[in-house]
């Protein structure tokens, strides 16, 4: 059924129907260095480039409808980027779809997952979890541990500092959306500035159901033939 809704004019506008789709995208290569916008727009043209049949808003300006969850910081390599695009034909499958965006895609820039929604699902419902992790060239010294450690374990859980060798130590964490903990905020503990002179990679590895399962939501979606 297609919905009808009311206009400024109280006359009766008629709203194609859409359906909704999950994407699990990534953000990689030089890439992670577009903002969440400019991302936004690659993603869209990219669509528009492998033929997919975008549903648009209406109005003046009508333009797809793709929607996040909260914008990412600059220069996160991110490996699971959950986004839900509404489209207005079914025929393709997910897999094709796919397959047509990731080979007009540019270079750190893919699709992994794909999945249909059921009417009025909410991305939300499913992102509960977040997993960083991030790689600096740098020694790591009692000090730092300690100080690392208790900011972290105050706004996040599941963390280690791991020294990989003389010149890497790695952190991981993972936090729920309430208690946001940006990357960049450890990056001012350690170093003193948010974006400090020095060689380091944060990453976005992937994004759970649910703090006790751990599941990742990609998971989630196929367990439950969401194809």
Excluded at 76 to 85: E, G, N
Excluded at 163 to 181: A, H, N, P, R
Aim: glycine residues 4%; hydrophobic residues 35%; proline residues 5%.
């Amino acid at each position: 059924m297609i919905p009808e809704t009311q206009n400024k004019n109280n006359q009766t506008v008629t709203i194609p129907e859409h359906f909704s789709y999950l994407c699990k995208a990534t953000k990689t290569g030089v890439l992670r260095f577009l903002s969440h916008r400019e991302w936004i727009t690659a993603t869209e043209r990219t669509m528009r480039r492998a033929s997919f049949p975008l549903w648009f808003t209406q109005g003046f300006h009508p333009k797809p409808k793709l929607t996040f969850s909260r914008a990412l910081p600059t220069g996160l390599i991110s490996q699971a980027i959950y986004f839900v695009v509404r489209l207005s034909k079914t025929e393709l499958s997910t897999g094709e779809l796919m397959k047509s965006f990731n080979a007009k895609s540019p270079r750190g820039l893919k699709i992994k997952g794909m999945w249909q929604m059921k009417p009025g699902e909410k991305i939300n419902k499913y992102l509960d979890l977040w997993s960083f992790r991030i790689l600096i060239k740098d020694q790591l010294d009692d000090k730092k541990i300690e100080e690392i450690t208790q900011m972290i374990q105050k706004r996040a859980f599941d963390d280690r500092c791991v020294i990989l060798d003389k010149s890497f130590f790695m952190i991981e964490y993972k936090t729920v959306e309430k208690k946001w903990l940006d990357y960049r905020d450890i990056m001012q503990t350690l170093y003193g500035e948010r974006f400090p002179r020095l060689f380091y990679l944060p990453i976005l590895r992937e994004v759970y159901l649910k703090r006790e399962s751990c599941i990742p939501v990609s998971d989630v979606f196929d367990l439950h033939g969401r194809q």
